[in-house]
């Protein structure tokens, strides 16, 4: 294990100390209920209570396709970001080439960001 | 995971006597790997497709464990913010917005069954054919360091050949951002009718006299402004 893992060691205890903890406390409950607990299950206590009403159609809807417009738009400046990290730190090695490659990168993003807000596309109406 | 005697390089700065270190991530690599295989299974054999984008998310978090062990934070944070942050919310919506009738899907399955097992068999003989006869991987030789990257991490590595030497790769991919999104505007986005719209400009440029009139109401019929 190089050393940069190792140093991730903590995180890999925490989850893991997560993982039971969240157990416990969703386990317990139901290991205790179901053992001390009366369980008489009945359709009408599934139904609608009083005012509420029966549901209007299968809960899995079609979505708006505008949600995957604001989707796409995030996954693409998502990577412009992704990409900065390993440009910034390079710089010493990359110099100007480096620095101008990275202008040019963000300058074409950036006619996709002009394009998007001109076109209306960020806007939610 | 071995760290045999017959590197030169060597690939881990930890000592090769620290058996604790070299358990732990044995541990890990294997705990990750599994949950990499186990999840991938489901991801393919769950019924519900949402279900699926959910197992394919865990794998993507231990596939990011994975490259944790092998050193190379940048591409494990890479994984959790792109994929799973983006790409999979993007699977997600496709699996939303499409409204198909898995049931029905999944009827066909018998029909499909003999051209699904060739393309399985050719995927298999052809993934053989690539890993087992050349490639061999002598265990620490493939984490050492490059000659050219010594004294750099792993993250600085990647960046001194992202912008220089493969610039016009890095250079396309922007192309290819680009395009994405305005196919993506130009797919999706249309101007509803009907529609109120917050028109900000308007709204600074009132001013009190252009917003404020007298008006003399006649009995019974009412203003209109």
Redesign the interface.
């Known amino acids: 294990?190089?050393?940069?893992?190792?140093q991730?060691?903590p995180i890999?205890l925490f989850i893991g100390v997560g993982i039971a903890f969240s157990l416990i406390f969703v386990g317990a409950p139901v290991l205790v209920s179901g053992l001390v607990g009366t369980a008489k299950p009945d359709a009408a206590k599934l139904a609608e209570y009083e005012s509420g009403f029966p549901a209007f159609s299968d809960s899995?809807g079609?979505?708006d396709?505008?949600?995957?417009?604001v989707?796409?738009?995030?996954?693409?400046f998502?990577?412009?970001a992704?990409?900065l990290?390993?440009?910034?730190?390079?710089l010493h090695?990359?110099g100007q080439?480096?620095w101008w490659?990275?202008m040019?990168?963000l300058a074409?993003?950036a006619?996709?960001l002009v394009?998007?807000w001109k076109?209306?596309?960020l806007?939610w109406? | 995971m071995r760290r045999g005697g017959r590197t030169r390089r060597a690939p881990?700065?930890?000592a090769p006597s620290d058996l604790k270190?070299?358990v732990?991530?044995v541990f890990?690599f294997y705990l990750f790997a599994g949950i990499v295989l186990l999840s991938g299974a489901a991801t393919i054999l769950s019924k519900n497709p949402v279900h699926s984008v959910l197992w394919l998310i865990l794998a993507f978090f231990n596939a990011a464990?994975l490259f944790?062990?092998?050193?190379a934070?940048?591409l494990a944070m890479?994984l959790v913010?792109?994929y799973v942050?983006?790409?999979a919310?993007?699977f997600l919506?496709?699996v939303?917005?499409l409204?198909i009738d898995f049931a029905a899907l999944r009827a066909g399955f018998v029909k499909a069954l003999p051209v699904g097992l060739l393309l399985a068999v050719v995927l298999v003989s052809e993934l053989l054919l690539v890993a087992g006869g050349s490639v061999r991987v002598v265990a620490g030789e493939a984490?050492a360091p490059l000659d050219g990257f010594v004294g750099?991490?792993?993250?600085?590595?990647?960046?001194?050949v992202?912008?220089?030497k493969y610039?016009f790769v890095?250079?396309a991919s922007?192309?290819v951002?680009?395009t994405?999104?305005?196919g993506?505007?130009v797919l999706?986005?249309r101007?509803?009718a009907g529609?109120?719209?917050?028109d900000v400009g308007a709204q600074v440029a009132r001013t009190p006299a252009s917003s404020i009139s007298n008006v003399k109401p006649v009995s019974g019929e009412g203003v209109s402004l």
């Open positions: 294990m190089p050393e940069v893992a190792s991730y060691l890999l899995r079609q979505f396709v505008r949600f995957y417009l989707a796409i738009l995030f996954i693409v998502d990577l412009e992704a990409f990290f390993p440009w910034a730190i390079s090695w990359t080439a480096g490659a990275m040019e990168f074409e993003l006619i996709g394009y998007a076109i209306g596309a806007d109406e | 881990f700065r930890t270190t070299l732990t991530a890990a464990g944790i062990l092998l050193g934070e940048f890479l913010i792109v942050g983006a790409v919310v993007l919506f496709v939303m917005m409204d984490a750099m991490t792993n993250t600085q590595a990647l960046g001194s992202l912008y220089t610039l890095f250079q922007g192309i951002l680009l994405a999104m305005v993506a505007i999706t986005h101007q509803r529609t109120k719209r917050q």
